[in-house]
């Protein structure tokens, strides 16, 4: 029987992507760039994770964004 090889997802790649921003790679996630009409949500579905997990590993509390803030996003 042939071995069944499992590829984990990864985080979308920012030169795949052109959303208009520098982000930076950090392990296992990147440093994302807030750019004018960003949203948590709009982040969070580029990303494919939740508005409350970019909330909590930002320690945000509030959902307002200014261009130019840097988010820690894995």
């Known amino acids: 029987e042939d071995p069944m090889i499992v590829i984990p997802p990864s ?11 520098e982000n930076d790679t950090i392990e296992n996630g990147v440093m994302y760039t807030v750019k004018k009409g960003d949203t948590l949500f709009s982040i969070s579905r580029l ?14 509390k509030s959902d307002l964004l200014t261009p130019g803030q840097r988010l820690r996003i894995f």
Request: aromatic content about 4%; overall charge negative; cysteine-free.
């Open 11 to 21: 985080i979308p790649d920012t030169t795949i992507e052109d959303t208009g921003t």
């Open 47 to 60: 990303f494919g994770t939740s508005v409350e997990a970019i909330k909590s590993l930002n320690n945000l």
